[in-house]
């Protein structure tokens, strides 16, 4: 049943980031990956918010929420190996400024997120 649960949110998460880097690119005419940039960040955030909402059904439903949405979708959803290939074209193109921001910002930014998804905003 779990990989039933874990492809499901998969084939989801997959298919949205795909629409959604499709729909960010054909807006936005940059030469820096900000569809990936946006994605994985909005995907740290969503598994921390996931694991802190879900935590609370867990005795109810078991492990199979966290599956479905956090290692299925958010699995899906966010790519490291995207962020990887195109960190690497920027340092192939000798673009190394950009590609230090795109590293640095994709560190930060998704740490944060996951963090804010996970603790809520401070108070």
Known sequence: MAFLLVGTGGILGALFRY????????????????????????GSFLLGLFTRSLAG?????GPSPMLLFG??????????STFSYEFIILLRERRYAAALLYLASSFVFCIAAGGLGLYGFPS
Request: net charge positive; proline share 5%.
């Open 19 to 42: 629409q959604l880097s499709k729909w960010i690119g054909e807006r936005l005419i940059v030469s820096f990956p900000v569809a990936t940039l946006f994605i994985n960040v909005t």
């Open 57 to 61: 059904w867990l005795p109810q439903f």
């Open 71 to 80: 290692v299925g979708l958010c699995g899906a959803y966010t790519t490291f």
